[in-house]
């Protein structure tokens, strides 16, 4: 090694991992043929059986080492526990407890286990994501096999359910909704979607088994603002019933946070939740028992983080979301848990702006917008008292990915992808006077993108940077991602350029005050745009210092000089004013996953769970 690179190394700080909680992906009660129960929670890598009487905990990773998220888990009538990540659904004898089963999905696919299903003569079926398969596991022989592929278009099989007719009913989404009746002897098929002769819109039909033994299917409305559809399924017919009508799921809760079944005796599991390690439990007579869960997290995965007005750094972790807080002062982390954050879950903060003495963050998921004001002491109570606040939710920016405050001092705009199976982002603007939000739908700023990079100059021009992506299953309709500038006043976009053709996503973008904005797209290709000329001045391919981090490009002031900083999954970098070329500012000793913010002469970024400071010296 150089003697400049130990220097490097010796600039670089591990402060620790910020966040050790893990979250709750999915669970089951487990009741073998003696009556024994167990909870089993599936999390991110593992899972965790809980003994519901004594409170003893055994966490037992996924075979081969696969650390990936869980997405539905089931107890069958064998008393078996059924489960999937990454590729693999897997079968958990929670009594002995040990894996009995590994089953492969078709090659391609990229997550198994979306949804499960037992049927009457006790076969297990599961679904897969994005093909879309519906898979039949036979324990005892050892067998997965493909039934069929579900379908083409709709990526998401995400509810599963079946009658003692023969029939199984899948809840299908996002580009659109829909409910498929498979009759499992001969394959029929049959389809329910609402709407058919108006504007095909973005959401998922579901399907579950009632407490009755009946099976159960909704459908929305085709703006997805109403109400919806019941329906009552049996023999491959749906037949429209009221909500009232339905009998509850054998599932209890939402998304990807849902128990199946619940314990005997007139126990009642109230939360399951590894993010706050705690079990709680209604008791026949009323009474609440609370059982510690305890477990082995390898820490959460951090999100982009923020310097704020008050100095400090701010962040919260991925997955489950916890805020926490880093005082450069004091040299120290506080974890300030998921309860400070509302409607936090399992999402994450993935973009902030500063006006004044607030700082604001939008959220995934839901596209929420926080206010957290750095001049009082943060509070749960609810009301005006509440510090952070959610001010405002919005799935039209579902995923947000980026942040920026305007210069009057009053507003800030975000942005981000829209939610599953639709094309084309909102972009937000947020007055933190009258806490109004405006949102500009894609076709206002450009059609069939997403805005996911924003900067501003300081005569009040804003220029975004999109992206062609559709992460929540849609299909583009874009071939190539645009910079962009919007007039705030009227709230239109005056021009649209293509920096670098073909390129998928403009990921990062930081502005200066001679009408050039310097940018990365998705693949490392870093580029300085001339507004004043509408041409690319300079380009270079920076892919060798690693792939993009989310927030890994800003402004800053360093030795008293504006100066440009990036990270890079494998380096840091700077541009100076006036000259185009990037310099290579350090080699990271471990891969950044997110950044950056640049406090008292320390640049802090993300790796994995860690927090970690490279010092750079005085601003």
């Not at 879309?132 to 067998?143: C, I, R």
């Not at 002769?197 to 929305?220: A, E, H, K, T």
């Not at 609370?290 to 991925?318: F, H, Q, V």
């Not at 950044?595 to 008292?600: P, V």
């Amino acid at each position: 090694m150089s003697k400049q690179g130990a220097m490097e190394l010796e600039q670089f700080t591990c402060l620790g991992i910020p966040v050790t909680a893990d979250e709750t992906r999915s669970a089951a009660v487990c009741r073998n043929k003696e009556g024994e129960e167990r909870l089993v929670i599936a999390a991110r890598g593992y899972s965790l059986v809980v003994h519901p009487i004594s409170g003893v905990c055994q966490q037992l990773a996924f075979p081969d080492g696969i650390h990936e998220y869980p997405y539905a888990a089931m107890s069958g009538s064998d008393g078996l526990f059924y489960t999937g990540a990454g590729s693999y659904i897997y079968v958990l004898d929670p009594f002995i407890p040990a894996y009995i089963g590994r089953f492969a999905v078709p090659s391609g696919e990229e997550s198994a286990g979306f949804a499960f299903v037992e049927n009457e003569f006790g076969h297990v079926y599961a679904t897969t994501y994005p093909g879309s398969y519906l898979m039949k596991l036979d324990v005892l022989a050892g067998e997965c096999q493909v039934v069929t592929r579900l379908d083409r278009e709709r990526k998401y099989a995400m509810s599963l359910a079946a009658d003692r007719t023969g029939w199984v009913y899948v809840g299908l989404g996002t580009t659109s909704p829909a409910l498929l009746c498979l009759r499992l002897e001969d394959g029929l098929r049959k389809v329910i979607v609402r709407g058919q002769s108006g504007m095909i819109q973005p959401g998922s039909g579901r399907v579950f088994n009632g407490i009755d033994g009946n099976v159960y299917g909704w459908l929305p409305d085709g703006d997805g603002h109403g109400p919806g559809q019941w329906y009552r399924l049996h023999s491959g017919k749906a037949v429209s019933i009221s909500e009232q009508d339905c009998a509850d799921s054998v599932y209890n809760g939402d998304g990807y946070k849902k128990l199946h079944g619940n314990l005997a005796g007139g126990r009642s599991l109230i939360e399951w939740e590894l993010s706050d390690r705690q079990v709680t439990i209604q008791e026949p007579d009323g009474m609440v028992t609370e059982l510690p869960l305890r477990y082995d997290g390898d820490g959460t995965a951090l999100s982009p983080l923020c310097k704020g007005p008050d100095g400090k750094l701010y962040g919260t972790s991925n997955h489950p979301l916890h805020l926490y807080t880093y005082d450069v002062d004091e040299s120290s982390i506080v974890n300030h848990g998921s309860g400070i954050i509302e409607r936090g879950g399992g999402g994450n903060i993935a973009a902030y702006a500063v006006q004044g003495s607030k700082l604001i963050g939008a959220a995934y998921a839901g596209g929420l917008v926080h206010v957290l004001d750095t001049s009082k002491l943060l509070a749960t109570k609810s009301g005006s008292n509440r510090n952070p606040r959610l001010i405002y939710a919005d799935d039209r920016i579902h995923r947000p990915r980026c942040a920026v405050s305007y210069p009057d001092g009053r507003h800030v705009l975000y942005g981000g992808f829209p939610g599953y199976g639709a094309v084309g982002g909102g972009l937000g603007i947020v007055d933190l006077e009258t806490e109004q939000v405006t949102i500009l739908e894609h076709h206002q700023v450009v059609h069939g993108q997403s805005t996911v990079s924003l900067t501003t100059l300081s005569d009040g021009r804003i220029i975004g940077g999109s992206s062609i992506e559709t992460p929540g299953g849609g299909e583009p309709i874009a071939s190539e991602a645009v910079l962009y500038e919007l007039n705030f006043s009227n709230r239109k976009v005056e021009q649209q350029w293509i920096p670098i053709p073909e390129a998928r996503e403009i990921s990062q973008l930081s502005a200066s005050d001679d009408d050039l904005i310097y940018g990365l797209t998705s693949d490392s290709m870093f580029f300085i745009f001339d507004l004043s000329k509408g041409i690319v001045v300079y380009q270079q391919d920076l892919s060798c210092w690693g792939s993009v981090v989310r927030q890994g490009l800003i402004k800053t002031i360093y030795q008293g000089r504006p100066i440009v900083l990036g990270l890079l999954s494998r380096a840091l970098f700077t541009v100076t004013p006036g000259v185009f070329v990037p310099d290579q500012l350090a080699e990271l000793p471990k891969e950044a996953t997110c950044g950056i913010a640049y406090i008292n002469g320390g640049v802090y970024y993300g790796s994995g769970a860690e927090l970690w400071r490279f010092e750079w010296g005085e601003e």
